[in-house]
């Protein structure tokens, strides 16, 4: 997929354009229309986002205002493709946050290891909600290998890496990725886990052996099964507080008591939910649940 299919305007063509929007009562119809054709939850993102990240695409386009760029994705299939891509935001790297990971590597695996030790059957369980092109998930699976070492066999892990945009989720599976997204990787690190071939990185066979990526749209699918450590970061951000909240429910939910869940350092539990979970470090975003199943 290329970048940007269509031509960028000049500023006088930017200007009319979005006075042109501001102004567009089109706006309802093209969102009903991106739903009923990708079933893209629409109505639940934050409106403003979500407008900004449609006009990309109506400016992109050259159209003058949402009617006409309906009439454009309802002859453009692609289109749709590069509106899914302007609406979900992907940036992801290895290690983001690295102090976060600091927390996840000396103290929650360590203690979700300990809590299984007397257990016959050692099972942990990730889950990455809204894992973009899969450095979350893969940066996980190091810390885990690493901590393991040589009890690794011993335990049963299982790491499942969710996003909505398939695009994302086939670079996720791939596992190659260009040097600037492993700038938090050290020189041992790539060295143990990526295999370098020319300009680009290819994660390991055992960290993809640790891994399933799977589309799932998280405010209408809920994933199953329990976890013992669900991290979703940067990704409620884009979405209404109510959905947040609801979501942040459902990882309750999905939580084994006293699993672990971190969320984006620009996020914060809302409402019923931050009741139900025990901070264990605020400035990282670690939580933990306290409470039974609501
Ligand atoms: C900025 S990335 C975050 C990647 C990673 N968690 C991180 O912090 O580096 C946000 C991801 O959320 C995904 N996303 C947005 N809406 C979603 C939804 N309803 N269900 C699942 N994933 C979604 C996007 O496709 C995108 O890949």
């Given at each position: 997929m290329k970048?940007n299919k269509?031509?960028v305007?000049?500023d006088?063509?930017?200007?009319?354009?979005?006075?042109?929007?501001?102004e567009?009562?089109?706006?309802?119809?093209?969102?009903r229309?991106?739903?009923?054709s990708?079933?893209?939850?629409?109505?639940?993102?934050?409106?403003a986002?979500?407008r900004?990240?449609?006009?990309?695409?109506?400016?992109?386009?050259?159209s003058?205002?949402?009617?006409e760029?309906?009439?454009?994705?309802?002859?453009?299939?692609e289109e749709y493709?590069?509106?899914?891509?302007?609406l979900?935001i992907?940036?992801?790297?290895?290690?983001?946050n690295?102090?976060?990971?600091?927390v996840i590597?000396k103290?929650?695996i360590?203690?979700?290891?300990?809590?299984?030790?007397?257990?016959?059957?050692?099972?942990i369980?990730?889950w990455?909600?809204g894992c973009?092109?899969?450095?979350?998930?893969?940066?996980l699976?190091?810390?885990l290998?690493k901590?393991?070492?040589?009890?690794?066999?011993?335990?049963r892990?299982?790491?499942?890496g969710?996003?909505?945009?398939?695009l994302s989720?086939?670079?996720?599976?791939k596992?190659?990725?260009?040097?600037?997204v492993?700038k938090?990787?050290?020189?041992?690190?790539?060295?143990n886990?990526f295999?370098?071939l020319?300009?680009?990185?290819q994660?390991s066979?055992?960290l993809?052996s640790?891994?399933r990526?799977?589309?799932?749209?998280?405010?209408?699918?809920?994933c199953?099964?329990r976890f013992?450590?669900?991290?979703?970061r940067?990704?409620?951000i884009y979405f209404?507080?109510?959905?947040?909240e609801?979501l942040?429910l459902n990882?309750?939910?999905?939580?084994?008591?006293g699993?672990?869940?971190?969320?984006?350092?620009?996020?914060?539990l809302?409402g019923?939910a931050?009741n139900h979970?025990?901070?264990?470090?605020s400035r990282e975003?670690?939580?933990?649940?306290?409470?039974?199943d609501?």
């Open positions: 970048l269509y031509r305007q000049t006088e063509e930017k200007i009319k354009i979005g006075k042109n929007l501001e567009d009562i089109g706006f309802e119809l093209l969102k229309a991106i739903k009923e990708t079933g893209f939850n629409c109505e639940q993102y934050k409106e986002h979500f900004r990240r449609v006009n990309v695409r109506v400016r992109a386009t050259s003058e205002n949402y009617g760029y309906l009439r454009l994705l309802k002859k453009d299939s493709e590069y509106l899914i891509k302007a979900t992907n940036v992801s790297e290895f290690f983001r690295p102090e976060t990971f600091e590597e103290e929650v360590p203690f979700l290891i300990k809590s299984r030790s007397d257990s016959l059957i050692k099972s369980r990730i990455s909600a973009a092109t899969g450095e979350e998930a893969y940066s699976a190091i810390l290998h901590v393991l070492n040589r009890d690794y066999n011993k335990y892990i299982s790491i499942i969710t996003d909505i945009d398939t989720l086939e670079k996720a599976q596992g190659v990725y260009l040097e600037n492993l938090n990787v050290d020189a041992s690190t790539k060295e886990y295999v370098k020319n300009e680009t990185y994660v066979d055992q993809k640790m891994i990526f799977k589309r799932q749209d998280m405010i209408s699918e809920s199953t099964g013992d450590l669900i991290i979703c940067n990704v409620m209404k507080k109510e959905v947040q609801q942040q990882f309750h939910k999905a939580l084994n008591r699993g672990f869940l971190v969320i984006g350092k620009a996020e914060t809302l019923a931050s979970f025990k901070t264990y470090n975003r670690l939580y933990i649940k306290e409470t039974k609501i």
